[in-house]
């Protein structure tokens, strides 16, 4: 039972948790009761974590091939709580190269994924990343975009790993620019399109070039313009675009952008809603933890509490 209540609650709001529980099995147990089953467990899943208990952490399927490359993609998003209103909340997805499967002509999906979620700074974060990356092989490769603290943990605790800045920031970067540069949509259109074929085929220096040759004629362009040079400048090294794609690697991040919607902004971003930061933690937990594939552990943590 206290299984169920845990599973509905973490998939819809409590009052449709107790709804549920009514229609389907008869039993009346109000919103707030759900509330306190669901959060209660959710919260006993970061000190399993904290004390490296691996049976009570999500883990991938065994790899289908030997030493197979390993995907962590990292990337936060807002979640409104009543402490401190906006807080971010950091989220990783780690899943085996093979798991990235075609379905359909040009539709990929990843069959299995462990996610890995915080409510808060990357003092607690990164250790309870780092917990989940050790239980992985194979070589590491890192997609975010151009957040520092994501690759300044990377460089010094993952220095042979394969870093690559998602390719649609870095577009957005130089489309930012373009906007204010060119007021004519033509040549803005034109001189972009040369950029993101340079980009495409290993050619961020030549378009790092092309952009300090750029005329600005106001402070706001010229402050774009800086802004996209640097940002460029920081990342070029993670910016070979067509050496990973020969490679077979992907070069977005779009599974983890996709996984913040899916995971953490279907259940903890609905209208109105308004968490504790111990809430909003309690149940992105138990929502990691289910679609990871991973419910037995809920339920055995519920028989270990019993």
Not at 75 to 82: A, E, K, Q
Not at 265 to 288: D, E, M, P, V
């Amino acid at each position: 039972m206290q299984s169920l209540i845990c599973l509905l609650s973490q998939s819809s709001v409590f009052d449709e948790a107790s709804r549920h529980l009514k229609r389907l099995l008869n039993i009346d147990l109000s919103a707030k009761q759900c509330q306190r089953v669901s959060e209660w467990y959710g919260s006993q899943i970061d000190p399993m974590v904290q004390a490296n208990k691996t049976e009570y952490m999500p883990q991938l399927s065994k790899p289908k091939k030997r030493d197979e490359n390993t995907y962590i993609m990292v990337d936060g998003g807002m979640v409104f709580t009543r402490e401190d209103k906006w807080k971010e909340n950091k989220l990783a997805r780690i899943f085996y190269e093979s798991q990235n499967a075609e379905i359909q002509r040009n539709r990929n999906e990843i069959m299995d994924t462990v996610y890995v979620s915080h409510l808060g700074g990357i003092d607690k974060f990164l250790p309870k990343v780092e917990r989940h990356i050790s239980l992985v092989s194979g070589k590491k490769i890192f997609i975010a975009d151009g957040a520092k603290w994501i690759w300044n943990w990377v460089e010094d605790n993952y220095p042979g790993s394969i870093q690559i800045l998602d390719y649609y920031h870095a577009i957005e970067k130089i489309e930012h620019l373009a906007k204010h540069q060119f007021e004519d949509e033509s040549k803005r259109n034109q001189w972009l399109d040369q950029q993101k074929e340079l980009l495409i085929n290993n050619g961020v220096l030549q378009v790092i070039s092309n952009m300090k040759k750029l005329r600005s004629k106001n402070s706001v362009v010229a402050q774009a313009k800086q802004k996209a040079i640097s940002y460029y400048e920081e990342h070029e090294d993670r910016m070979l675009y067509k050496t990973y794609k020969e490679q077979g690697l992907l070069i977005g991040s779009g599974p983890i952008e996709a996984a913040h919607r899916n995971v953490i902004q279907q259940r903890l971003k609905l209208s109105g809603q308004r968490w504790s930061i111990s809430g909003a933690q309690a149940i992105a937990n138990l929502r990691c933890y289910e679609k990871s594939g991973a419910w037995g552990i809920i339920e055995n943590l519920i028989r270990l509490a019993a």
